[in-house]
């Protein structure tokens, strides 16, 4: 099943705590990207990658990195993470075309 | 990039009823995607429309995308509880951006 996975599904940790999120996907999509869903806000883009060893800044990328040693895993790092980066994350890979297929999403507070 | 702004924020109808919603955007797109998030799940991509299009349909969703005027609108007809959801626009330049959402009720 073409699917893109997520973890953790939900964490709650505390200031300065670095996290790592993992997304892995299953379809040999070259772009991957991850976005943070605030409410009001909408969906904002952290970081995107459109190939193994590229990865770009979206919208909103302080206090975040990323890497993209191999195709299918794109993780999201918070090293050193704050109150206003609670948030639900979504991981996204995409077809050439540009369709998105999300993950699940993360929860993750900041305490 | 840019984001698809949608309108109205928030939609409440009757089972049955059509749901209209649309979206605008600032600059030239490749295509215009539009996607449906059920309460806090992840986004699932329902219809793409390129920039040579005009309308296009897929069930009982019918999308209009007009570039002179930088707008598309999403049409579900003979609405069900299950369309309950927020609804995105995504104009797609070089990348895909999305706006805050249309929240659509549908009361049984």
């Known amino acids: 099943e073409a699917q893109v996975t997520q973890n953790p599904r939900y964490l709650i940790t505390v200031t300065g705590k670095k996290l790592t999120v993992t997304c892995s996907q299953n379809m040999n999509h070259e772009y991957m990207s991850w976005y943070r869903q605030d409410p009001g806000l909408g969906l904002r883009q952290i970081y995107y990658?459109?190939?193994?060893?590229?990865?770009d800044k979206g919208d909103v990328p302080e206090g975040y990195k990323v890497s993209r040693k191999e195709k299918r895993n794109f993780p999201l790092i918070l090293e050193s993470p704050s109150p206003n980066q609670t948030s639900l994350y979504f991981c996204?890979?995409?077809?050439?075309?540009?369709?998105?297929?999300f993950g699940e999403g993360s929860r993750l507070t900041v305490l | 990039s840019q984001q698809g702004e949608e309108d109205p924020q928030a939609l409440s109808i009757q089972e049955g009823e059509n749901a209209t919603m649309n979206c605008s955007y600032k600059t030239s797109i490749n295509n215009l995607q539009w996607y449906r998030q059920n309460s806090g799940r992840g986004l699932v991509h329902l219809i793409l429309?390129?920039?040579?299009?005009r309308e296009k349909h897929s069930g009982r969703l019918r999308v209009t995308l007009d570039t002179s005027k930088k707008s598309s609108s999403l049409l579900i007809t003979a609405s069900r509880a299950a369309d309950t959801a927020s609804y995105f626009c995504a104009p797609h330049d070089y990348k895909l951006s999305f706006g805050a959402g249309t929240t659509v009720t549908v009361r049984a």
């Open positions: 990658s459109m190939n193994v060893e590229v990865t």
């Open positions: 996204a890979s995409s077809t050439n075309t540009g369709e998105l297929f």
């Open positions: 429309i390129r920039s040579n299009e």
